[in-house]
Each structure stands twice: as C-alpha cells, then as structure tokens.
C-alpha cells in the first residue's frame, strides 16, 4: 500500500497482536498466530492485507475484497466475505488507524544535534536529544524541550517555550508562544504574529498593539500554512487535543476547547470561544466576539454569525439549525421550479 522508500514498514503482526492492540475479539475459527504484512484499501487487498469498511458507499468493494481480514461494524455482518476474517467493532475506522500506526509507527525523527548551517543563540536550552535543521534560526531564551525537531528554514522567535516530543516542520514561524508536549506543526505554518486589530477614527486606523501570546495545549496538531493571531492582551488559546487542517485561520484572542476539528480554508475570528469536541467543516467562516458550546458540528461552507448552544448541528449561511437549512433549501428549489413554470 505505501512506498517503502517514503514509508518503511516496522515489522509483521500475528492476529492475536492486533486483537490485542484494537481489544477486539476474534472469532472464536481464528487462528491467532495467522501473519499479517500490511494494511490495505478493499479493492487492492489481498490475504496478507487488514482492512476496514467505515461507509456504506463502499459495500460493493466490500463484497468482493480478498482482504485477509477487515474491521467493520456488525451491521455489515451478513454480506463480510467468508474467506475474510471479521473483526467486528463499533469504530473501524479508529481501530485501523491503531493497526495502521503499528505497522507503521512515527520515524525517530531525533537523530541529535544541531545542523551546522543552524543558527542557535547561547542562550537557548535544549538537551542532546533535540534535532535542529539546515537553515534553522533559534533566537535568544527559547526553552526546547527533550525529542523535538526544528525543521530546515524554521525562525523561532524571543522568549518561545516548546514542551517535549513536539515536531515543526521546515519553513515555519513562531514568536510569543507556549507549546505543549507532543504537538505537531507541520510545513508553513506562522503562529504568534499580530493580531488583526485597529481602533477607526474618522479616517485613521490605529493599530492596537498586540500584547498577548498565543498558548497551544498538549497533542495539537496544525496543518500546513495555519496562521494564528497572538493575542491583544487575553491570550490566544488551541485546546488539548485539537487538529487544525490545512490553510486554517484563527484570529486573536479566540478560544478552541479541548479535541476540537477545524478543517481545511476554515477560520475565526477574534475574541471567539468555541467550546470542547467541536468539528467545524471546510471552508466555514466564524465571526467574532461569539461563544460556540460544546459537541457542536457546523457543515462545509457556513457562515456563523450567532452564538451556539452546545450539542447542536447548523448549516447555512447565515448559519441555522441543520434541518432548518435543509428546508430552506427545498423551499428554495421549488421556487425556482415554480417560477420557470416546471
């Protein structure tokens, strides 16, 4: 499935490793001690491959895979193959994922030392774990914490600290930021810059400096070529756990909670809170000064333009209850076929 020359495989797994790592059990026919070599899509899978079905749309595939075994939910148990192996879960996607990860566990990345074409001040702390790239600019008081990575081209700014086992990618920009342990920003990304903020007065535009920092919890990840504000005077704030996609803004002062899902050309804008477990679709724009509760899922392409009660789904723009949305736009089909006369 992967390239070996990008993506080398750790080692094989017997079937009873992988029921251990999932604590899925097997069926009671199963020979524990049968060999798996990879991972796989349904289609391209054969006996030596694990799989998993996740989306009703790929049924057909399902039926006809030569998968050696496949995570899927026990509503698809009378069309799984019966040469196939069925490990029957509530979430396959999540236990492929831990499959996935065993066969192919994160590179140590922490071949210690700095680069000699790295540039780091004296007074920088870092222990001999750190890994610092070609290119690098660590400038003065920064605090690296054990096992990180500092990509090629990468400034880290005045005062910075970065918690343990966290990975920047190359050509990334971080000033007046605290980062957790085990966060992973990759390529491009800028965090820490001002904030967009300006008092008008008649035809002038002040800018208001920005006084805050921006504070990034343990086991985030950002995707390529985020950009996040530091804060006015309150700081900015990514939760525990949260994963932004690519091209993500987020505006000073704002507020993600814990193991929130931002996805790609999303944004928010300053001074907004947004609650715990929260996904919010591609594309979404997220006005500011607004409080979003937790559990809330906001669909692809929406404009928020009111505060949200925890728990509820919203589409649209401006942005309503999801069935509400839904009605709207069949009100609005039929208007149009009612005024082209169909």
């Given amino acids: 499935m992967a390239d070996p020359k990008f993506f080398p495989r750790s080692k094989k797994l017997t079937l009873e490793q992988i029921s251990d790592l999932t604590k899925i059990s097997l069926p009671k026919s199963a020979d524990r001690n049968r060999i798996f070599l990879d991972i796989s899509s349904l289609d391209k899978a054969s006996k030596?491959?694990?799989?998993?079905?996740?989306?009703?749309?790929?049924?057909?595939?399902?039926?006809?895979?030569?998968?050696?075994?496949?995570?899927?939910?026990?509503?698809?148990?009378?069309?799984?193959?019966?040469?196939?192996?069925?490990?029957?879960?509530?979430?396959?996607?999540?236990?492929?994922?831990?499959?996935?990860?065993?066969?192919?566990?994160?590179?140590?990345?922490?071949?210690?030392?700095?680069?000699?074409?790295?540039?780091?001040?004296?007074?920088?702390?870092?222990?001999?774990?750190?890994?610092i790239a070609p290119g690098a600019v660590v400038s003065s008081n920064v605090v690296i914490g054990s096992k990180c990575l500092i990509g090629a081209n990468t400034v880290i700014l005045s005062g910075v600290i970065i918690g343990d086992n966290t990975i920047i990618g190359p050509n990334c920009t971080i000033a007046y930021s605290i980062i957790g342990s085990n966060v992973k920003i990759h390529n491009g990304v800028r965090i820490g810059q001002d904030g967009f903020g300006y008092a008008q007065n008649e035809n002038i535009s002040l800018k208001m400096p920005q006084l805050g920092r921006v504070l990034i919890k343990d086991k985030v990840e950002i995707g390529s070529n985020c950009s996040i504000d530091r804060g006015t005077g309150p700081d900015t704030i990514i939760g525990e756990g949260t994963k932004l996609d690519n091209l993500v803004q987020i505006g000073h002062n704002a507020v993600l909670g814990k193991n929130c899902i931002m996805v790609a050309q999303s944004g928010v804008a300053g001074s907004t809170q947004i609650g715990n477990n929260v996904i919010i679709g591609g594309q979404v724009g997220i006005a500011g000064h607004l409080k979003i509760g937790n559990n809330v899922r906001i669909a692809a392409k929406s404009g928020v333009m009111k505060n949200i009660e925890d728990g509820m789904t919203v589409g649209g723009i401006p942005s309503v209850p999801i069935n509400d949305w839904h009605r709207q736009t069949i009100v609005l089909k039929k208007l149009i076929k009612k005024k082209n006369g169909k």
């Fill in 48 to 131: 030596d491959n694990i799989c998993f079905l996740d989306n009703k749309n790929y049924i057909t595939q399902f039926k006809k895979s030569k998968a050696g075994a496949c995570f899927f939910k026990k509503d698809f148990i009378n069309v799984a193959p019966k040469n196939m192996i069925h490990l029957v879960c509530e979430n396959p996607y999540h236990s492929f994922a831990i499959v996935a990860n065993a066969f192919y566990p994160i590179k140590d990345i922490t071949t210690a030392g700095i680069h000699p074409k790295a540039h780091v001040e004296t007074s920088v702390k870092y222990d001999d774990t750190v890994q």
